[in-house]
């Protein structure tokens, strides 16, 4: 088939679209900040955020867009509510491959690792956050922002990769465990001001007594589960931190499969065993069971406190089922309970590089509002989350609101207050993991075995070094741990390109199609001019 000019152009623009499609990248340049914010255009910022399925939260968002409006009429904001971090981290690394990200999108910096593969995807923030015009509290922002110095200094560190930050924090909570301390104290236990993980196994081995009838002697009832875990990659993540033990490190590397997993991996078989735990995954929420006396620990997160508990001002089960007992709230259960160690966690936020500077920088000054003391003022007092500035957390609002517990069971809600001001008077025993790409993939990895530890037990497999042995590969070929790249953890300082990794077969095969084109186009040039300087010479 011969060639023509026109043809040969053709191939030339495939091979160039091909090339500039491969693997998610995108030929970016490095954000700069403008001098001046440029007030004559209309600005559209697109919001991506998650609710905790609470109309209160998703009307706070729509108020706080509402406001922010007023104040800045050339931006306009698109809120898209989703109801699962998951969802957006999906949508978001699809987007990404069409170069159609939202501007702000509510994330955890796991995810952000893996949109920086993604070139100069996601905006380093290091500029934004200390401009003297429009960074935190610059002098052209038209509202009360707070400042760097007073961004609670251990939750801006959690937005840090390789020395960048590429997001700010927007709440925060952790986990805490609500317990049914009238049951702890039927079996004739004192609930200490700290539990140990070997007082809640001592407890609900304890709470397994049944009476002739063949209910359980402390509810009465004949369905019982002592303690739930809604979050079982925590779960396994905190006890390796209280332990020493490894999980990973700054350089990427997977530590998880050691030998004091293993043996968190055996006591909670002999407890799935005896009937004394269970998880979300299979048992669904812990509130659900706490709520109607068929469960006395329940660890969930600090957001969730408002389900928990006899007056629990959110409820998922048939009130006349609801049981009368009074709640404590202690952090999580501890090795060492002088030196507790507990997980931080909630949402942040990112925003994405654009063509236009002024983009950006439009949805930067909304992401400054939403920092604001009406923002997170507002959203806190939603469930049992903590602002993420000193400004918030000190103001005579939130100071009124937290000494007001217990004065009803809605703004309120006592057990909610109680597991805030543990929060925030833990803040410096909080940690988080190391961040890189596979970071979200090997915490996915460390909570599924403890599933799939207790699935087999209730299966009735034999969970020894064998089955651990066989579960350990069965998780690095799930979650493609063995392709996780030491020392990855971090976006190039100067395109912002995390290390991708192996790449995927069809981008392999992308790859040697174009070489192939390439090749093509060569031998046809080649051909070309040997064939027009046989014809000079001829002539």
Known sequence: MKLTKRTLLSLLLLACLLLGGCHGAQNKDAFLLPTAFDERRTYEVTFWAKTESNVTQANIYKDAIARFEQLYPNIRVQLKLYTDYGRIYQDVITNIATNSTPHVCITYPDHIATYLTGANCVVPLDTLLTDANYGLGGREIRFDAPTLSEMIPEFLAECELAGHTYAVPYMRSTEMCYINKTYVERLGYTLPDVL????IWE???AAM?????????????????????????????QLLRQMGAGYSNAAGEVLLFNDDARAVLKTVAEN???GTFSTFQISSYPANWLNVGQCIFAVDSTAGSTWMGSDAPLIDVDKDKMVDFETAVRIVPQVDPAHPQ?????????????????EVLAAWIFVQYLLSNDVQLA??????YVPVTTKAQQSPEYQDYLSRSGEDNGLH???????????????????VTPVFNGSASLRDAAGQMIEEVAKGIRRKKVVDDAFIDELYKKMVNLYRLDQINPQGTAADSTSARADLGPLPGTAIALLAGLAVVWLGIIAYVVSEWARRKKRSKCR
């Open 196 to 199: 140990t993980w070997d007082f």
């Open 203 to 205: 407890v609900s081995q």
């Open 209 to 237: 007594a049944k009476g002739e009838d063949g209910n359980y002697l402390v509810n009465g009832q004949p369905t019982l589960i002592p303690f739930i875990y809604k979050s079982t990659d925590n779960m396994m993540i």
């Open 272 to 274: 799935v065993r005896l």
């Open 342 to 358: 507990m997980i931080s966690q909630g949402p942040s936020i990112c925003v994405f590089n654009k063509d236009d500077p002024q």
């Open 379 to 384: 959203y806190a007092s939603t469930e049992g």
């Open 413 to 431: 809600y006592a057990v909610k207050l109680d597991a805030t001001r543990l929060l925030i008077q833990h803040v410096g025993d909080t940690f």
